[in-house]
């Protein structure tokens, strides 16, 4: 250990998961780690073999991505079952069951993860199938950033905790019909908008040890005003002033997935309405937490933040 480092950081600089490099040290608290002491560091920690039938796209995942779980059970009449601590939804398309999942950008959620489904069949018997799915590293740089005093009280963690907890019940709410066809499209027609920052950045305030998680979404430096579009169908389910986030607009696109715009100007949809890809929802502004104008687009997967580029590149199943 040398001064600074965290046993978080040493887990995700490894690829191993911060439960088994305590595990394997017998630790008990990870914040109790002295400078000088050494620790073990397992040497093949990649375990991810699956089952016949079970394909994962991608097939090797990195932090802030969204997993597809495939499974390929044409007699089986219902599938449960969580990775890790994340309730999965499958959806039955002929013969495979679907389900998708949000690996954690943060920098503790590296290595392997258990995956525990149960499925049953015609006899109603229940099926136990059990794997390990391993996440890799993902690439995110570090940004420091200066605060000023009154953004600095917009840190204060009785306000954050309120608005959190509001972020976290709107994206925790499961509804089952899947409201996006194909690929999302980019929620601006501005041609390559300059990204400010990036998904997943870890950010430095003022000089201090970067965090844990990094940046909850994709930020797109554009001028205050600049129509922001539905990126995918989905109905809104949030469309108010936050004290953070600034005027935001959350879209709940189904199976468990959500998108949100945050700092914006003005918001035109309402909440409660059904929306299509391309459909106005707002304009861009730099309200609440913001250093100018920008576009923030968060994603969610099961509550867990994921990269929104890859619903862009990719037609998630
Ligand atoms: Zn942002």
Do not use: Q, S
């Given at each position: 250990m040398r001064a600074g480092d965290t046993l978080a950081q040493i887990a995700a600089r490894f690829g191993v998961s911060l439960p088994e490099l305590m595990r394997l040290n017998q630790l008990?608290?990870?914040?109790l780690i002295a400078v000088g002491q050494r620790l073990l560091i397992p040497a093949e920690t990649n375990t991810q073999v699956l089952p016949t039938g079970v394909t994962l796209a991608p097939q090797n995942v990195a932090q802030g991505e969204t997993l597809t779980l495939a499974v390929a059970a044409p007699d089986a009449t219902d599938m449960q079952g969580a990775l890790d601590k994340q309730d999965l939804h499958f959806r039955r398309v002929g013969d495979t069951w679907y389900a998708l999942a949000g690996i954690s950008r943060c920098a503790n959620y590296v290595g392997n993860f258990p995956v525990a489904l149960t499925w049953r069949d015609a006899q109603g018997n229940a099926q136990p199938m059990q794997f390990d799915v391993h996440v890799n590293a993902g690439a995110f740089g570090v940004q420091d950033l200066t605060l000023t005093a009154q953004m600095s009280a917009l840190l204060d963690p009785a306000i954050m905790n309120a608005e959190n907890a509001l972020v976290g019940e709107t994206v925790g709410a499961f509804t089952a019909e899947q409201k996006w066809q194909g690929k999302f499209r980019l929620p601006l027609d501005v041609k390559n908008p300059r990204i400010s920052t990036t998904f997943g950045e870890r950010r430095s305030y003022n000089g201090g040890a970067p965090g844990l998680c990094g940046h909850e979404g994709t930020d797109y430096a554009v001028a205050g005003g600049t129509p922001v579009y539905a990126p995918a169908g989905g109905v809104v389910v949030l469309a108010e002033p936050l004290k953070v986030r600034g005027n935001v607009v959350f879209i709940d696109h189904g199976r468990g997935v959500f998108s949100a715009f945050y700092h914006l100007d003005k918001i035109i949809a309402k909440q409660g309405q059904r929306v299509q890809a391309g459909d106005l929802v707002a304009q861009v502004g730099t309200t609440g937490f913001s250093t100018g104008y920008h576009l923030h687009w968060s994603m969610w997967v099961n509550g867990v933040y994921v990269n929104p580029s890859q619903w862009m590149e990719q037609e998630i199943p």
């Open positions: 008990t608290n990870p914040n």
